[in-house]
């Protein structure tokens, strides 16, 4: 099959053998437990990893460990190639030492899982991973730039996926910056991916089980996450880093000119950054797990232009940015977008052949306005083989 009609899901999860065992022993939050099923009377598994989630949890099975269940679930819906990370916490809650020892285990773990797995062709395997880093508070430098350096020298693995606190303070703390130019150095794809969310009181007293956590504080967690990276200058230090953002970014597409415009403002920021704000979002990659044309076409908007604000200091960029073209703008922002599903979350809440949060996440690549088939072919599959350097 030619490399442009290539499917590619970058979003998609594992729980490895090693790590669900380790949430098994496990008595409290992560955890994976058992229970007496309400419905069938039978034992049944459940995760429970987000702090103040409905106590039952969430059901959980073969298809979060069991390499031939994702196998299963990507030839079902005709996924040619998958990019795994870990699904967090990842080892956020573990003590530094433990973390280290983890880490090296699961990458290693996690490379078998790809480099025994089938292959597509000669040159490329249907599975590549992200490796994991023991991001926790007191982790050391070495210890984090000598799992980079493992990462690197394990062929499978072609990035690392990483939550939103670092080692205790956030993507801005500068103790990060031998992590970013060791991931720089090495070509890692740094796919920044939610757990926390936001506070728990906005959420307010009804019972609306994962939704408002799931649907609005995730995003709205990497959007925050996201601003400080920007803010902090590492994009401008580091600009050769590449940084993945799930569930497109967030709001941070929306919110974009509102920030420049607040960065413009404030005596305390308004010099620190090389560039305007919305400059940031053409140095960054935006996993299209949108579920809308709309949003992806306003995603890639947002992105396209970004070149516009290339130097502007915050004042120049409202006049430099005059005269952009729709289309064209739109059509250059989908080289930075990437298709994912976010298996095996979100399944089916009855039995289906495909999964709905697949089908309308393809769909959505689908019927964005403005996009040719090359802009569609280059989401699907074609900007993740480049991303990664996957196949020939
Ligand atoms: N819920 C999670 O906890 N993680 C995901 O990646 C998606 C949904
Ligand atoms: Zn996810």
């Not at 996201?226 to 590492?234: A, Q, Y």
């Not at 960029?317 to 073209?325: E, P, R």
């Not at 959505?364 to 569609?376: L, R, S, T």
């Amino acid at each position: 099959m030619s490399a442009q009609r290539l499917l590619v899901d970058i979003h998609t999860h594992v729980y490895l053998p090693r790590y669900a065992a380790f949430l098994r022993s496990r008595t409290s939050v992560p955890r994976i437990f058992t229970r007496t099923s309400p419905e069938s009377g039978k034992p049944e598994e459940r995760l429970l990893i987000l702090d103040d989630e409905p106590s039952g949890g969430r059901p959980i099975g073969a298809q979060y460990w069991d390499r031939d269940e994702k196998l299963k679930f990507m030839d079902r819906h005709a996924i040619d190639v998958s990019v795994v990370s870990s699904a967090n916490p990842w080892l956020d809650f573990l003590p530094a030492q433990t973390a280290h020892t983890l880490a090296g285990e699961l990458n290693h773990d996690l490379e078998t899982y790809c480099s025994t797995g089938p292959s597509l062709q000669q040159d490329l395997k249907r599975l590549y991973g992200f490796g994991l880093l023991p991001l926790v508070p007191g982790a050391t430098t070495e210890s984090l730039v000598s799992t980079v350096e493992q990462i690197a020298s394990l062929p499978h693995l072609k990035g690392i996926i990483m939550g939103t606190r670092g080692v205790g303070k956030g993507l801005d703390d500068e103790a990060l910056d031998p992590v970013w130019a060791a991931l720089e150095k090495a070509g890692l794809v740094v796919f920044l991916h939610p757990h926390y969310g936001v506070d728990k009181n906005a959420w307010g007293e009804k019972e609306n089980g994962h939704v408002l956590p799931l649907a609005l504080g995730f995003p709205f967690e990497t959007t925050i996450a996201t601003t400080r990276l920007i803010l902090s200058g590492v994009l401008d230090r580091y600009p050769n880093l590449r940084v993945l953002l799930a569930h497109s970014g967030g709001a941070l597409p929306q919110l974009s000119s509102r920030l420049a415009s607040c960065i413009a403002h404030d005596p305390l920021v308004a010099s620190r950054l090389k560039h305007d704000a919305r400059y940031y979002l053409g140095k960054l990659y935006f996993d299209a797990v949108a579920y809308g044309s709309e949003e992806l076409g306003f995603v890639s908007d947002a992105i396209g232009r970004a070149e516009k604000y290339a130097n502007a200091g915050a004042s120049a960029a409202v006049s430099s940015a005059k005269g952009t073209d729709g289309t064209e703008k739109r059509r250059a922002g989908a080289k930075r977008m990437l298709f994912g599903t976010d298996h095996p979350f979100f399944p089916p809440l009855s039995a289906t052949e495909k999964w709905k949060s697949v089908v309308e996440n393809l769909e959505a690549i689908d019927g964005v306005y403005g996009w040719n088939e090359a802009e569609k072919g280059a989401v699907r599959g074609g900007n993740a083989l480049a991303l990664f350097n996957l196949g020939a």
